[in-house]
């Protein structure tokens, strides 16, 4: 066997830890930029949620990295969905993947009620109290 012939048999390595990515990490990276763009989320916001950069975002949806599992579990939490769903274990529910327009924006607004300092989400969350009181007593 040739050195090209060797080449083309190794798997792809990840620079970062060296691990090969495997089918099975290019299946996980489809589907979480799959669940990531049905939440309406961008890559951006969804990187500022889980404090990574951009370019590891970049790899971990392509399939070039794998996600650590501390990682992998704070993105399901965020995408609303299983760490199992998200590893392809168990199927995404289908109603989980199914929002409307309106659902979309107020997924997003709720993703940034997330990034509020604690006293204004405590605020938001009596208001939002108040007003289902309200709503109820009519």
């Known amino acids: 066997m040739n050195l090209m012939q060797a080449q083309l048999k190794e798997p792809e390595v990840a620079e970062e830890n060296r691990q090969p990515t495997t ?10 930029s799959r669940l990531r763009q049905q939440r309406a989320i961008n890559q951006r916001d969804f990187c500022q949620q889980l404090d990574i950069s951009q370019p ?6 392509r399939g070039e990295r794998r996600i650590p ?3 992998l579990v704070e993105m399901a939490k965020i995408l609303c969905v299983s760490a199992d769903e998200l590893l ?8 989980a993947l199914e929002m409307d ?7 997003k ?15 938001v969350t009596r208001l939002i ?5 309200t709503k109820k007593a009519s």
């Open 23 to 32: 089918k099975r990490t290019k299946d996980i990276a489809l589907r979480l």
């Open 56 to 61: 590891m975002m970049s790899h971990y949806e």
């Open 69 to 71: 599992s501390d990682l």
């Open 88 to 95: 392809g274990l168990k199927a995404v529910k289908k109603n």
């Open 101 to 107: 327009d309106e659902t979309k924006k107020l997924w």
């Open 109 to 123: 607004k709720f993703q940034q009620f997330n990034k509020l300092p604690e006293h204004d989400q405590r605020a």
């Open 129 to 133: 109290n108040s007003l289902s009181r």
